[in-house]
């Protein structure tokens, strides 16, 4: 004799018993926010805490673009402490003013990230080739992003640890990288990291952004620039960490890419200046120094005086009669109207009783001298005064 099985229907609530059975109901409006917490903490999951966060700004009537923004968010990137609490703001349970605040912040800076990483996958879709080389480039950057995330997930400890502490503590940044290991790329990534934090605190503390001042707004003034120090120390040993190891490696070396240094000044003319009285002549230096160096004084025979700096890495070269790499050119006209104007004008270039530049002259020291602007690099039959 054979027994047939009837088929049981499961009853549509019996999730929800299960639930129940296990950690209790959901909190109400008459639940401690702590044992709240804790309940969802432990039935609830990350992507339990994202969906109610949708659901909140949902309901808050956040924009059509914020909301499509907020659910690209990376996963784990909102503690989901704030999930929590958006569930719970829905079901009337009061999380008070300050962890309100709190929980639209971590929604604005969700959103944001959002478009970081938006942008970011943009820039590799550009910059995307098929080779090997670039796809180990491309691994060497998400590992490098990776390293520096695990450091602000540290920090970001630090960061919740500093508001419950009532804005109070020091950190010491420096020895956890040096603990961690992490090298000057990974921290150069935190350091932009933290100033869009500090950026944020800026803003407050100025009344710009209505999003953030009102995300804000249960903390003082005081708490606001306490945060900013904070957050400004965080930099500054970041800062220092990047420059200490780097300079580890020592100086870099710089090739110049000059050769044939005497065939670029060959067309270069350049002159001595004879003052007609006492014997007295200005000697001009050899214009092959020029090629290679960072500052450069010349004269004309009128009696300008010019100065070039160049801040690029092989110095200044030359085209024909024209100064090449000039970063910066300063140029004074003297007057030279009087027996006695041309007569300061020679003890200057002829330097007596003075070790130019070594005494550290300064254009104010020019008396008499009118200062000029001038875009002209050319310094064909200029007397070429000092050079380094």
Known sequence: MSTTLKKVKMRKDAKTITEEAVYGKEPTEDTQMIDALNWYARAKTCEDSMRYLI??????????????KLKKCPKYFIPNAYGWMARM????????????????????????????VEDLKKEEQKANEPTTKKSLNLLIKEAIDEKASSIMAEIDEWYDDFFDGGFKGDPD?????????????????VVDRIGVYMAEFYVVQEGIDK???????????????????????????????????????????????YKNIGKL?????V??????????????????????????????????IKRFLSESASGFSIS????KNVTSLEHWKAPQRSTQDKEVFRKLILNEGTKFPASGRKPLDFKNFKVVDSTNYRIAKHLIWYVK
């Open 271 to 304: 002159v001595d200046i004879d003052f007609q009285s006492g014997g007295y002549v200005a000697k001009s230096l050899e214009k092959s120094k020029i090629i290679g160096a960072k500052e450069l004084w010349a004269v004309t025979p009128k009696g300008d």
């Open 55 to 68: 659901e909140w700004v949902t309901e808050n009537d956040y924009k059509d673009s914020q909301i499509k």
């Open 89 to 116: 703001d829905m079901n009337g349970v009061n999380i008070g003013a300050k962890y309100m605040s709190q929980l639209k912040a971590w929604v604005k800076r969700g959103m944001d990230q959002a478009q970081y």
């Open 265 to 269: 000044v060959e067309k270069l003319e």
């Open 211 to 257: 999003d953030f001042c009102e995300a804000y707004k249960f903390m003082k003034p005081k708490d606001v620039k306490a945060v900013i120090k904070w957050l400004e120390t965080l930099k500054s040993q970041a800062e220092q960490f990047v420059k200490v190891h780097k300079s580890k490696k020592g100086p870099r070396k710089v090739k110049t890419k």
């Open 173 to 189: 940044l420096f020895s956890f990288l040096e603990a961690s290991q992490a090298k000057p790329k990974h921290v150069e990534i």
């Open 320 to 323: 024909g009669s024209t100064l």
